[in-house]
C-alpha cells in the first residue's frame, strides 16, 4: 500500500485517456524506443543493506514507470482540503474517512469537553510511543537526529542507535496526532461561531496534564510565565501576541493553541536560531503540538527557531494558518518537516510569506513525513540559502519544498512533500530540492497554477540521488523554471527522478544535465501542452555504467512545442524523436520543434560568503582531530575515519587526519578490518583505498571471514579479493560465485573481470597497467599517458601486489589523490612509478602475476561463461561484461549470442563484454552488424561504438549506413559513447554525419546526425 490511496482520476489528456494513463504510454513508447521493457527499468533497493527502508520508496524504485499514476496519487490527495489532519500519518497506514457530523451539543464547554478528552486518551498513545525507547535510547536518538537534520559536526554515527530507534513506535505517535487532530479540526467551526461574542470569563483551570487556558475576544499578550504548562489555550478573537513557545510539545507532552485572532504575532527568543535553543511553535519533540490560526481575516506574523512551525521529530508537530499576507519564518527542521514522525504546515491565503533556512517547506527524514501546502497567489517560498554547501561556491545545502533523506546508509529516508496551488508565485531553494530524494527517501514538489516561478540550483526539480526517487509536478500555464544542474528528471547512481509539465507557454532552463539517467539511475520527463520552451542540454540521455544502463526517457504531447538544440547547425526542425545517447530518447508523436537560436532569460547564482562557515567547521574538526591523535588502537582509527570522511566546507583538517590515517602500521591492520561495516559508506570509500594498500594480508583475512559473513558485507569482503594476487583470489571468487545471495554472485563475476582485465582505451584493466609498467621503455610522461585513467584504489592494489607498502610511502601517495574515485592525476601517477617501477623485486612481482593471470584465464573464462545464464539479470550481466574483459577469442560467439535476448540488461550486457574485447570482437561485432534483426543491429552499434579498438569503432559506419532509419539513428546516438581515448577515429564519421543531416529522410536522423556530427572537431 501506498501512503496515499488511490484515488479517482478525472483529468483527461489527448486522446480522451486519463493523463497518468497517457503520460505512463508516453513513457513505456519512450522505453520501447531504446529497447528497454519496463522489468528492465527497475533498480533494486536490495543490492545495498539499509534499516528502515519505506516499502514507497521500495516499490517505485523497482517499477519507475508507475510513477506518473503514483505522482497523482500523491497530488490529489494533498490538494484536498477538508480533511488536512488526514495527511499525518507516515507509512502505508490508510487514512480513515473523517465523520461527516460531529456528535454532541454545540457549546463551548461541551468543545472544551471533547478536545480535552481527545487529548487525554492521545496522551495514552503517546506515552506508549515514548516508552517504546529507553531513557538512555531517546537521549541518544535525539543527539544523532538532531546533528543530522541541522547539518552540524558531531560525535561518529554509530549503528546501534539506529537498531535501537527501529524499535520506536512511530506508528502510535503519529496516529494519535492525526486523531487528535481531527478532533481539533470538527470542533473548529463551534469556535469560530462563538469568537468574537462577548460575555466570555477568562478561565484557566487544571488538567491531569497540565492547564487549559480560555481566553475571550480582545486583544492579548501572552508572555512566558503566563504560557508556562499550558497544554490547552484557545482565544476567540482579537489581536494575539505570543512572546513564548506555542504549541511546542516535548517529551509526553500535548499541547494544542487555538487562536481565532485575525492578527497573530508569534515572536522568537533572543536565541531561538542558537543551538539547542527550544522549539517555539507547532512542533512536537517526543510528544504532539498543534497551533491552529483559523481566522482567514488577517494576517499571522510568526519568527521561530529551529524545530517549530509543524516540525515532528519523534512526534508530531502541526501548525494550520489561514489568514492574508501572512509571514513565517522558521530556521532548521520547519515549515513541515517530519524525522521518526510527522510535521505539517497547512496554509490558505494571499501573498503569504515563508522563509527557513535547512530542512524544511516539506522534508521527510528517516520513517518521518514533512508536508507543506499552501494554496494562495503570490506566495513567495524561500528556503535553505543560508548554509554553504562545500561542492562550489553558489552552493547552499537546502533540503526543502518537497526533500526525502536518508542518512546513507544507516537508514532509509522519509517522504518529504510540497504543494502549493495559486499564481504569481515564488519558490527558490538550492542543493536538494523541489522534488529532491536522497537515499531511499521520497521528495516531491507539486505546483498548480500560472505564472510561478521555481528557481533551484543542483539535486533538484525532480531529481532521484542514490537510491531514491524525486518528483516534480508544474501544472499550468506560463510557468518558468530555472535550475543549474542535476535536474530537471535526473536519476543518478540507481536513483529516479520524474518531471512532469503540464499546461501551455511554460519555460525551462538548466546549464546541464537534465533528463538524464547516470550510474544506473533513470531520469523520466513527460511534458504535455502546447508552446512550452525547454532549453535543456543533453535533454533524454542516459548511460551504460557498472554493468547496468541508466536511462534518460523524455516524452511530449502537444503541438508548438520546442526544445533548444544549439548543435543544430541549420533553423528549426520538426522531428517526432530524437537520440542523443543510446540510453536515452525524445519522444514526440505530436512533433517537437528543435530550435538552435533558442534562448532564456539566464540565471545569477552569486556566491555566498563561506568565511564564517568554514572557520566554524575547521575548529570543530581541529577538536576532533586532536582528541583522535591522543588515541590507540581501535579508537584511533575510527576517530581518524570519522574526521576524513567529514563533508566539510574545511578541506585541510580532513586532509590531515587523511594523511595520518595512511600512516596506519601493520600491527594496526585488525582495527582497520573492524572499521569495514555497510553501515559507513562514506568512510568506506577512503577505507578501501587504504585497505587495498595492504592488499594481500586483507585477502587472507576475507578468506577467514567470507563464510561468517552476510548480506551487504559479505559482498563487501568479496570485494576484497580484488586487492589480492590471482592465485589467492580466484579460489576465493569461485566459491563466491554459487553463492546464494545475488548480490555476492555480481561481485565475484565483476571481481574476476577486474582481476583478468586487459582492456585498453580511457580506462585500461589491470593486467594491462602492470604490462605498461613492467615493459615499458618510454619516458614516465609516455608512460603515464598509456595507463589511462587509474584511481587510488587501483595504484594502491597495484602497489601492495609488488610488496609491502611503507606508511610513509602511503602518506605521500594520499596526499596527491584528489578523492577515493576521482582519476588520478599526473603528479599521483609519477610517484607511484618512483615507488614501483625503480625497485625491481616489486616489478619482478608484477611479472609473476601476469604469468599466473595467463595460466587461470581459461578457468575464469569458463566460471563467467557458466554464470552468463544466471537466472539473476544482474548476475548475468556482470557476468557477460567481465567475460568480454578477459579478451579470450573463444568468448565472443558466447557473447554475440546474447545480442538477441529480450531484456535489455543481458544484451547491453553482452554488447558491453564484446566493446572490453577488444579486436578478438571484430568478426562478431561485424557478423551482428549484418543480421536480419533490428535489435542485434543496435546492440552492435551500441558495442562497435563503446569499444578501445579503433578497428571495432569503424564498424560505426555500417551503422550510418543501414537501410533501417531506426539503426541509422541508433548509429548516430552511439557516438556519444565512443571513448575519448578514440576521439581521433571519431573523424572518420563526420562527413558521413554532415550528409545524413543534410539528406537523411528520417527528420530524426537528420537531428541526431547533426548533433553527433557537432561533438566531433574539425
Not at 113 to 141: C, F, H, Q
Not at 376 to 381: E, I, M, P, R, Y
Not at 886 to 913: C, Q, T, W, Y
Request: proline share 6%; with cysteine.
Amino acid at each position: 500500500m501506498f501512503l496515499f490511496p488511490p484515488c479517482a482520476l478525472s483529468e483527461t489528456a489527448a486522446g480522451g485517456k486519463s493523463s497518468p494513463e497517457w503520460e505512463t504510454k508516453l513513457l513505456h513508447d519512450a522505453a520501447s524506443a531504446v529497447g528497454a521493457n519496463p522489468e528492465d527499468m527497475d533498480i533494486r533497493p536490495s543490492r545495498w543493506d539499509t534499516r528502515m527502508a519505506i516499502p514507497e520508496t521500495e516499490k517505485l524504485l523497482r517499477e519507475p514507470l508507475t510513477l506518473p499514476a503514483e505522482a497523482r496519487k500523491l497530488r490529489d490527495r494533498l490538494r484536498r482540503s477538508e480533511d488536512p489532519c488526514g495527511l499525518l500519518v507516515p507509512g502505508s497506514v490508510p487514512s480513515a474517512a473523517l465523520p461527516s457530523k460531529r456528535p454532541g451539543k454545540e457549546s463551548i464547554p461541551r468543545t472544551l469537553e471533547r478536545i480535552v478528552d481527545s487529548m487525554s486518551m492521545a496522551r495514552g498513545s503517546v506515552a506508549k510511543a515514548v516508552a517504546s525507547l529507553t531513557p538512555d535510547e531517546r537521549r541518544a536518538a535525539l543527539q544523532e537526529v538532531r546533528g543530522i537534520v541541522t547539518n552540524e559536526t558531531g560525535p561518529r554515527s554509530d549503528p546501534a542507535v539506529y537498531d535501537a530507534i527501529a524499535g520506536f513506535d512511530h506508528a502510535a505517535m503519529t496516529s494519535a496526532g492525526r486523531t487528535l487532530c481531527r478532533a481539533v479540526w470538527q470542533e473548529l467551526p463551534v469556535l469560530l461561531k462563538a469568537a468574537g461574542k462577548k460575555g466570555l470569563k477568562e478561565k484557566r483551570w487544571k488538567l491531569t496534564f497540565g492547564d487549559g487556558l480560555l481566553v475571550g475576544p480582545g486583544d492579548r499578550i501572552f508572555r512566558p510565565e503566563e504560557l508556562k504548562d499550558v497544554a490547552l489555550l484557545i482565544h476567540l478573537g482579537g489581536r494575539s501576541v505570543y512572546q513564548g513557545p506555542v504549541a511546542a510539545a516535548g517529551e509526553g507532552e500535548v499541547k494544542v493553541v487555538i487562536d481565532l485572532a485575525a492578527e497573530v504575532t508569534v515572536e522568537a527568543a533572543a536565541d531561538a536560531s542558537a543551538a539547542g535553543a527550544p522549539p517555539n511553535a507547532g512542533s512536537g519533540i517526543f510528544g504532539i503540538g498543534l497551533l491552529f490560526l483559523p481566522n482567514a481575516a488577517g494576517a499571522k506574523r510568526i519568527t521561530a527557531g529551529d524545530f517549530s512551525l509543524g516540525a515532528g521529530l519523534f512526534g508530531v508537530g502541526g501548525i494550520f494558518i489561514e489568514g492574508a499576507g501572512n509571514e513565517l519564518q522558521g530556521g532548521r527542521f520547519t515549515q513541515g518537516a517530519g524525522a521518526f514522525g510527522a510535521g505539517l504546515l497547512w496554509s490558505r491565503g494571499e501573498r503569504a510569506s515563508f522563509k527557513a533556512d535547512l530542512s524544511g517547506q516539506g522534508y521527510g527524514f528517516t520513517r518521518g513525513l514533512g508536508i507543506f501546502s499552501h494554496q494562495g497567489s503570490k506566495a513567495d517560498l524561500r528556503c535553505g540559502l543560508r548554509y554553504p554547501d562545500p561542492r562550489e561556491a553558489s552552493a547552499a545545502l537546502s533540503l526543502c519544498q518537497g526533500a526525502g533523506y536518508g542518512h546513507r546508509a544507516f537508514a532509509g529516508g522519509g517522504i518529504g512533500l510540497a504543494y502549493l496551488e495559486g499564481n504569481d508565485s515564488s519558490l527558490t531553494t538550492n542543493y536538494f530540492g523541489q522534488g529532491s530524494g536522497y537515499w531511499h527517501g521520497i521528495g516531491a514538489l507539486f505546483t498548480k497554477g500560472n505564472r510561478n516561478r521555481l528557481k533551484a540550483r543542483r539535486y533538484s526539480q525532480g531529481s532521484g540521488i542514490h537510491t531514491a526517487v524525486g518528483i516534480l509536478s508544474v501544472e499550468g500555464d506560463a510557468n518558468a523554471l530555472v535550475n543549474w544542474g542535476v535536474g530537471p528528471a535526473f536519476g543518478w547512481d540507481y536513483g529516479v527522478g520524474y518531471w512532469l509539465l503540464a499546461g501551455d507557454d511554460n519555460t525551462s532552463r538548466a546549464d546541464w544535465g537534465t533528463g538524464r539517467g547516470d550510474v544506473n539511475g533513470h531520469g523520466l520527463a513527460v511534458i504535455r501542452g502546447d508552446r512550452n520552451k525547454l532549453l535543456l542540454p543533453d535533454f533524454g540521455t542516459g548511460f551504460y555504467k557498472r554493468a547496468a544502463p541508466g536511462y534518460g526517457l523524455a516524452a511530449f504531447s502537444g503541438k508548438d512545442n520546442s526544445l533548444g538544440l544549439p548543435a543544430l547547425s541549420s533553423g528549426p526542425a520538426a522531428v517526432k524523436s530524437l537520440a542523443l545517447g543510446s540510453w536515452g530518447t525524445v519522444v514526440a508523436p505530436d512533433g517537437l520543434i528543435l530550435d538552435p537560436k533558442l534562448s532564456l532569460p539566464a540565471t545569477e547564482w552569486p556566491p555566498l560568503d563561506r568565511t564564517a562557515a568554514v572557520e566554524k567547521e575547521r575548529a570543530e574538526l581541529g577538536v576532533l582531530l586532536e582528541a583522535a591523535l591522543k588515541k590507540t588502537g581501535r579508537e584511533r582509527i575510527a576517530s581518524l575515519l570519522h574526521v576524513t570522511s567529514s563533508f566539510s566546507l574545511d578541506s585541510q583538517v580532513p586532509r590531515l587526519a587523511l594523511r595520518e590515517f595512511f600512516r596506519t602500521r601493520a600491527e594496526d591492520l585488525p582495527h582497520l578490518l573492524d572499521a569495514l561495516s555497510p553501515d559507513r559508506f562514506d568512510e568506506y570509500l577512503w577505507l578501501r583505498v587504504l585497505l587495498a594498500g595492504f592488499g594481500p594480508e586483507v585477502s587472507a583475512w576475507a578468506a577467514r571471514r567470507f563464510d561468517a559473513s552476510q548480506g551487504t558485507y559479505r559482498a563487501l569482503v568479496a570485494h576484497c579479493f580484488r586487492y589480492s594476487s590471482i592465485e589467492q583470489a580466484l579460489p576465493l571468487l569461485t566459491r563466491a560465485l554459487a553463492d546464494d545471495d545475488w548480490a555476492v554472485r555480481r561481485e565475484a563475476a565483476g571481481g574476476i573481470g577486474y582481476l583478468f582485465s586487459r582492456e585498453q582505451g580511457d580506462e585500461p584493466g589491470r593486467l594491462r597497467f602492470y604490462e605498461v609498467m613492467t615493459s615499458s621503455q618510454a619516458s614516465t610522461e609516455e608512460t603515464i599517458k598509456l595507463f589511462g585513467w587509474k584511481r587510488a584504489v587501483d595504484v594502491m592494489a597495484g602497489l601492495s601486489l609488488s610488496g609491502p607498502v611503507t606508511p610513509e610511502e602511503r602518506a605521500r601517495l594520499v596526499d596527491s589523490f584528489p578523492g577515493p574515485n576521482e582519476p588520478l592525476p599526473k603528479e599521483a601517477l609519477s610517484l607511484f612509478l618512483e615507488f614501483s617501477v625503480s625497485r625491481a623485486d616489486r616489478k619482478a612481482r608484477l611479472r609473476t602475476e601476469l604469468s599466473a593471470a595467463e595460466r587461470a584465464r581459461d578457468a575464469a573464462a569458463e566460471l563467467l561463461a557458466g554464470r552468463a545464464s544466471d537466472p539473476d539479470p544482474d548476475v548475468a550481466a556482470a557476468a557477460l561484461g567481465s567475460l568480454g574483459a578477459l579478451g579470450r577469442p573463444e568468448n565472443a560467439a558466447i557473447l554475440a549470442s546474447f545480442l538477441a535476448k529480450k531484456d535489455a540488461k543481458r544484451r547491453d550486457a553482452a554488447a558491453s563484454g564484446l566493446a572490453r574485447m577488444g579486436p578478438p570482437a571484430r568478426e562478431a561485432v561485424a557478423g551482428a552488424l549484418s543480421s536480419m534483426d533490428r535489435t542485434v543491429k543496435t546492440a552492435a552499434c551500441k558495442a562497435s561504438a563503446q569499444s578501445w579498438d579503433a578497428g571495432i569503432v569503424a564498424l560505426l559506419g555500417r551503422c550510418l549506413e543501414d537501410r533501417d532509419p531506426e539503426v541509422r539513428a541508433a548509429g548516430c546516438a552511439a557516438m556519444s559513447a565512443v571513448q575519448g581515448a578514440l576521439s581521433e577515429s571519431k573523424k572518420q564519421f563526420r562527413d558521413m554525419l554532415m550528409k545524413l543531416s543534410s539528406s537523411d529522410p528520417s527528420s530524426s536522423v537528420r537531428a541526431a546526425a547533426a548533433c553527433a556530427a557537432s561533438q566531433i572537431p574539425k
